[in-house]
């Protein structure tokens, strides 16, 4: 049986084609600064969306299509599903998955079957890995959807709870390990609050940070040496989420002594929930030695939620680019769409036109980077822009020799400030347009 009947492997076709089923930009072999698309964005397909998402909202049922699976909880459609995915993924050409542990295989009414229904559907997955070559890029423990953890995780007030959520991400972490997956997520779905007044932040923050190195010292345990993420988002489903953004989370890291051992999953829909722009948080992260993988969506900039839609939009994968390639790739991370096709697009082929959109718009975004820095005019206009740092005061404050007296000092034998230069900041959005237009 397949999935996907109509549908072959999807192919490069270059950027004339009209074809709705062929990448136009994404030639996974083209190389670009030296290595191939395929290398540079490590596309990963996301199983919640894509597979498990049903179309529902607040206000209406599920709407998607996927007559591959029969809508219940059994291990066997769990396993055929599982297939399914894999047939997707395989004839979309992306190399890599990732998945949350309830994602995969349904919880049953003790952590010892759920853990055994994870154990079988983790064997297909094993399997389908190996017949196509398609890799993980990181597993995650859903700490959010099941009840026990109405009011957190490793932040509940319930330490049976935690206990819970200790035992969850113990058995994701090994599961994460023997699928080979390159990093491990920790978005902290409902480690928040929703009203201070019933909430111990401190100690809530206390546990999270013990919860964590907890999964370090298991991870060093078992062995398990892919890279450690935590993805920011500052509110949905709480009020306040304290992973809010890339500053707190760096913040948090440090403050808890984890960060050597931890870098970010950042996300678009939740830079800009956070009222930053994914440029802005991709440049903060990658400045702090953190940026670890991205997870690729867009928001609707009308709408105040997590839309999670499919990036489209070249001015955003090409200022994503620009920093992803200026501070050396995502690897071990990569490019992955946690991002959902519209419950109106309801139909199997909508994932097709969705996640080729999403691939050209970073190949692109790749290109487009490539050329600016290439030509590198914005470069040698920020590098000249700070040039009084490079001799004289400047290199003294820079080097630590400077202090407010000497300073002073210079000051009063000068009198006044050199006169500052236009920030160009117009000319610049102009040139920026030369290479997207
Ligand atoms: C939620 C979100 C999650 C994480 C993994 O907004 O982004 O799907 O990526 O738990
Ligand atoms: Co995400």
């Not at 017949?131 to 953890?149: C, D, M």
């Not at 489209?312 to 200022?319: Q, R, S």
């Not at 996640?355 to 590098?383: N, P, Q, W």
Request: charged content about 25%.
């Amino acid at each position: 049986m397949t999935a996907f009947p109509k549908i072959a492997k999807i192919q490069y076709e270059g950027p004339k084609s009209k074809n709705p089923l062929a990448f136009r930009w994404y030639d996974e072999n083209e190389v670009v600064e030296g290595k191939t698309m395929r290398d540079h964005l490590r596309f990963s397909v996301v199983y919640w969306h894509t597979f498990r998402g049903t179309g529902s909202d607040p206000f209406g049922a599920a709407t998607m299509a996927r007559p591959w699976d029969d809508g219940s909880n059994s291990v066997e459609n769990a396993a055929r599903r599982a297939r399914a995915a894999f047939e997707f993924i395989e004839k979309l050409g992306a190399p890599f998955y990732a998945f949350h542990d309830r994602d995969v295989a349904p919880e049953g009414a003790t952590l010892a079957e759920t853990n055994r229904n994870l154990d079988a559907v983790v064997r297909v997955l094993q399997e389908e890995q190996r017949r196509t070559g398609i890799k993980l890029l990181w597993g995650t423990a859903n700490l959010f959807s099941h009840p026990r953890y109405m009011h957190g995780a490793a932040t509940t007030c319930n330490a049976d709870v935690f206990a819970y959520a200790a035992a969850q991400v113990k058995k994701c972490l090994e599961v994460t390990k023997e699928l080979g997956g390159g990093n491990y997520v920790f978005w902290g779905g409902r480690e928040g609050y929703q009203n201070l007044l019933n909430t111990d932040m401190k100690r809530e923050l206390d546990h999270l940070g013990r919860f964590l190195h907890m999964a370090v010292d298991h991870a060093r345990k078992i062995g398990f040496t892919g890279q450690f993420l935590i993805e920011p988002k500052p509110k949905e489903p709480t009020k306040h989420q304290y992973d809010s953004d890339a500053a707190a989370c760096c913040n948090f890291l440090r403050a808890y002594g984890l960060f050597d051992h931890f870098k970010l999953n950042l996300e678009t829909n939740h830079a800009t929930l956070a009222g930053h722009t994914m440029m802005h948080e991709l440049d903060y992260t990658a400045g702090q030695g953190r940026l670890g993988s991205i997870d690729a969506n867009t928001g609707d900039l009308l709408l105040g939620w997590d839309t999670d839609q499919f990036p489209t939009n070249y001015y955003l994968t090409a200022e994503c680019m620009l920093v992803i390639l200026k501070y050396g790739g995502l690897a071990p991370g990569g490019v992955n769409f946690d991002a959902k096709v519209r419950r109106e697009s309801f139909e199997p082929i909508d994932l097709f036109h969705a996640h080729i959109g999403g691939m050209d718009a970073f190949a692109r975004g790749l290109k487009i980077a490539a050329e600016i820095r290439s030509e590198g005019v914005l470069d040698t206009f920020v590098r000249n822009r700070y040039r009084s740092w490079d001799a004289g005061i400047g290199a003294e404050i820079e080097s630590g020799r400077a202090d407010f007296a000497s300073l002073e000092q210079y000051m009063l034998g000068k009198g006044e400030a050199d006169p500052n230069e236009s920030g160009r900041q117009e000319l610049l959005e102009n040139i920026f347009n030369r290479y997207v237009g």
